[in-house]
């Protein structure tokens, strides 16, 4: 495993290309109790927009890490959950929830 | 430790909050194995403009993770290196890079 310096290509950047936006990590943090309806995401999101939404769980769906199921129901039922890759991305929200409880309140 | 749905500032979110933006995990990595001078930063983060390295190591600063040292040389060196809060993220990017190395090439 590469941590140190090294180009972009690196394991670090590819992690970071794909979980690096804002809310990304969030979003992976609320499904990773199970599958979740974009309205229970959006209401758990405190104030990310509509598209905002839409655009990071397209993003993290195209990398392989979400699978989105719509049932054709009247409305249409849209659940989103993490995929066998999403869940590996487990370490990585354990590890920011242990460093973001050293940080304090501030 | 809290890892599932909890509001914004919940552990991670707070975490995500520092560490959230383009190039700020990179940053950290670079300098998981001892400080290193801006020009050293600039030239590992290919293509990362010198207006946000100076923004994203100005952010960390502010936030406590890396500490700046100034050297009253002529010209003046400027060196950076992690705070002990910073070193504690180290456990994040070692999640990043073991994640990373799982996504492939791709």
Known sequence: MTMSNCNEFCPVARAND?????????????????????????????GIS???LAQRLAKLEGAGLIVKTIYPTVPPKTEYELSN????????IAAMAEFGATLGEG
Chains 1, 2 share one sequence.
Do not use: C
Not at 86 to 92: D, L, P, Q, S, V
């Open 18 to 46: 794909v979980l690096g936006g804002k809310w990304t990590t969030l979003i992976i943090r609320d499904l990773l109790p199970g599958k979740k309806r974009y309205s229970e995401l959006q209401r758990s999101l405190v």
């Open 85 to 92: 890759i999403g869940r590996k991305a487990e370490n990585i």
């Open 50 to 52: 509509p598209r905002m």
